[in-house]
């Protein structure tokens, strides 16, 4: 069993800048790939960005260019840099590890005010 423990999340204004970290409660190596999703209210649960253990990345169409996704494997963590925010990138904010099985975090919320 893994848990994945969010934190960053708050409240800024937009054009401003948060760091999102998600932490592994246990070694879980580079053979997995790990993401973040964000749900806002009364929408679905969408991608964020996505990285694998070597460093490759996908991201969501709305965050291309103004989102950063990284990890380091030797800390279990994957990171979120969000730069240029916007109103509508208030929402919850989702880890997602998928390592076979798929564990999701408790989620951090992410508002963005204008």
């Known amino acids: 069993q893994v848990q994945l423990v969010e934190s960053g999340g708050g409240l800024v204004q937009a054009g401003g800048s948060l760091r999102l970290s998600c932490a592994a409660s246990?070694?879980?190596?580079?053979?997995?790939?790990m993401g973040w999703y964000r749900q806002a209210p009364g929408k679905q649960r969408e991608l964020v960005a996505t990285i694998t253990g070597g460093g490759l990345t996908n991201y969501g169409d709305s965050v291309q260019g103004r989102f950063t996704i990284s990890r380091d494997n030797a800390k279990n963590t994957v990171y979120l840099q969000m730069n240029s925010l916007k109103p509508e990138d208030t929402a919850v904010y989702y880890c997602?590890?998928?390592?076979?099985?798929?564990?999701w975090g408790q989620g951090t919320q992410v508002t963005v005010s204008s």
């Open positions: 997602k590890l998928n390592w076979g099985i798929v564990y």
């Open positions: 246990r070694s879980i190596g580079s053979f997995n790939v």
